[in-house]
């Protein structure tokens, strides 16, 4: 079993970075592929970007391609979504969550969730 912690939240102007942390407990980190999903007010939850085990594989959901990157570092048991050019339409509650194995896009599939944590973004 993990648990996840997310970090680096914020308030940000349109055109901003933020970079988002995922701290995992438990020593298996490196089993697990991680996936960052966002939750905008009135809506659904969504995919955001997914990464594999390694590292080596990395998936965007179209409306991020080019402006957010996800990463890990599993010496410190721990995944990243840095964002770039941020727009109002990104302002949602960003989840991470993990998996075993073959990273995806699919919200149903990943075992284990962090809090969130808000991002907002003024125009």
């Known amino acids: 079993q993990v648990q996840l912690r997310e970090s680096g939240g914020g308030l940000v102007q349109a055109g901003g970075s933020l970079r988002l942390s995922c701290a995992a407990s438990?020593?298996?980190?490196?089993?697990?592929?991680m996936g960052w999903f966002r939750q905008a007010p009135g809506k659904e939850r969504e995919f955001v970007a997914a990464i594999t085990r390694s590292g080596g594989g990395t998936y965007y959901a179209d409306s991020v391609k080019g402006r957010f990157t996800v990463s890990r570092d599993n010496a410190k048991n721990t995944a990243y979504l840095q964002m770039n050019s941020l727009k109002p339409e990104d302002t949602a509650v960003y989840y991470c969550?993990?998996?075993?194995?073959?990273?995806?896009?699919?919200?149903?599939?990943?075992?284990?969730w962090g809090q969130g944590t808000q991002v907002t973004v003024s125009s």
């Open positions: 438990g020593r298996t980190f490196s089993t697990y592929a």
């Open positions: 969550a993990a998996k075993r194995f073959i990273a995806t896009m699919t919200e149903h599939e990943y075992d284990y």
